[in-house]
């Protein structure tokens, strides 16, 4: 292999998919102790996506990955077959507030 990529959580599995897109000739392999992702925080996680942020560089990212969830399942659609459901599903947050002091 010409990359290895230990982890292939959301960091680990971003990268090796990157690295791809980059340079489609490099052999990437990833390790993984949990290949049925039963322990992984991510898998196990209610997850959040959300642009409210005041650093343009956060709001950048914030915004790509919004654009690169609503396509994963076009971009992982296999020749012939119905895209995979990955289930990502845009909601609005809650955020409470009170008054100062109270």
Excluded at 5 to 30: E, F, I, N, Q, W
Excluded at 40 to 59: D, E, K, T, Y
Excluded at 63 to 81: M, N, Q
């Amino acid at each position: 292999y010409d990359v290895l990529v230990a982890g292939g959580g959301v960091v680990g599995a971003s990268v090796a998919y990157h690295t791809k897109l980059m340079d489609p000739s490099l052999r990437v392999c990833v390790v993984e102790r949990d290949a049925q992702y039963t322990h992984a925080s991510a898998m196990l996680s209610a997850g959040g996506l959300r642009q409210q942020f005041s650093l343009p560089v956060n709001i950048d990212l914030s915004v790509f990955g919004v654009h690169f969830l609503r396509a994963l399942g076009e971009e992982l659609r296999v020749s012939g077959e119905a895209p995979p459901d990955v289930q990502f599903k845009e909601q609005g947050y809650l955020f409470l507030a009170s008054e100062e002091g109270e």
